[in-house]
């Protein structure tokens, strides 16, 4: 992959999960409650409303946009030969330092309403890590981003693997141009 193209995916792909995060919480904070408006009034419906599954409702609408992206980035990066371990890894860290070093600054200021805000809506897929597992504000951001990334990793890996899998030839047969060198040469032998 060239650095033009090495760009573009990295800005792609950092683009495309801050906007699937913030499509997220807008899910999680405003047609989850509405589907919970159709349950019956009780304990179930409580539990359906809070703010803990709507998290998770959240984390998860994160993984079902960008586990298939990624899993077809594998499957592209392997049919067009275009494989780089050290592309695909500094876009994850690209990823992760975008969404997390903001986190960091949360206080060492003074929260005025709209940084509060800001923090409540850019970090509620993590809420669930703060208040189930008890961890701090930005280690259950930093826990949670890596536990998306991670899988996000391992699903390019597995699809990448597959795919050359599949088709033998991918990165380990003749290249392209070769099959006509190889072929010509099984001819003079015989």
């Known amino acids: 992959m060239d650095s033009t193209k090495f760009l573009l995916y990295t800005l792609g792909r950092i683009a495309l ?11 999680s904070d405003i047609i989850w409650p509405a589907l919970g408006t159709l349950l019956p009034e009780g304990s179930f419906r409580d539990a359906f409303l809070g703010e ?64 509060s805000v800001f923090y409540n809506f850019a970090y509620f897929p993590y809420l669930w890590l703060r208040n189930k597992a008890g961890l701090d504000f930005i280690v259950s951001v930093l826990v949670g981003l890596l536990m998306i990334l991670g899988l996000l990793f391992g699903i390019y890996v597995f699809s990448f693997k597959r795919y050359a899998k599949l088709h033998p030839v991918i990165l380990g047969g003749p290249r392209r141009g070769e099959i006509q060198a190889v072929k010509e040469e099984a001819e003079n032998e015989a």
């Open 17 to 27: 999960i801050v906007a699937v995060s913030a499509f997220a919480v807008l899910v």
């Open 52 to 115: 803990n599954l709507r998290s998770v409702v959240a984390f998860v609408v994160i993984l079902a946009f960008l586990l298939p992206l990624f899993y077809d980035d594998g499957k592209k990066h392997a049919a067009y030969e275009i494989w780089s371990s050290v592309n695909v890894t500094l876009t994850l860290i690209f990823m992760f330092m975008v969404c997390f070093v903001p986190s960091i600054f949360r206080d060492s200021f003074e929260q005025s309403g709209e940084a």
